[in-house]
């Protein structure tokens, strides 16, 4: 099973280790958390949500390893500190969570790290409607942000 989405897998750990540390690890690490997940993993073996719940397997792995690992590079002066920065954070998805859907889903994915022709193709959408939605969807929380 992991063989048969071993790319879906690697895509989710190379997205990730852009940001800290290394695919290949992250990889391990993911591999690692499904070996002991086995038992779940083997219940939905037949079933087409395998596909998904690897995937969010892996995200969550690498989340959690990259929340652990300290920070590659100094931050400058000026930054918000972490606890403004995840006040911030939780606020803005507060926002999205208004949003109806397609929105609130369009606006997810983008904040994940997907192109406009993923999330296009996750949502049934053009790459060019995408595109639009999602400039509407920040228009739309910049409004909703500055009357806060």
Request: with cysteine; net charge neutral.
């Amino acid at each position: 099973m992991v063989l048969q989405h071993r790319r879906l897998l690697f895509a989710v750990c190379h997205r990730y280790g852009r940001r800290g540390l290394e695919a290949e690890d992250l990889m391990q690490e993911v591999l690692m958390v499904l070996w002991r997940c086995r038992e779940q993993l083997l219940a939905i073996a037949s079933r087409p949500q395998q596909a998904s719940w690897m995937w969010k397997v892996a995200r969550s792995t690498c989340v959690d390893l990259l929340r652990e690992a300290p920070p590659s590079y100094p931050v400058p002066e000026g930054f918000d500190t972490p606890e403004e920065s995840i006040t911030l954070q939780h606020e803005l998805h507060e926002l999205i969570a208004l949003l109806p859907e397609p929105d609130r889903s369009i606006a997810r994915l983008h904040l994940e790290g997907y192109d406009y022709k993923e999330i296009g193709e996750r949502t049934g959408l053009t790459k060019s409607n995408v595109g639009v939605r999602l400039m509407r969807i920040k228009e739309k929380l910049k409004e909703q942000w500055n009357t806060i």
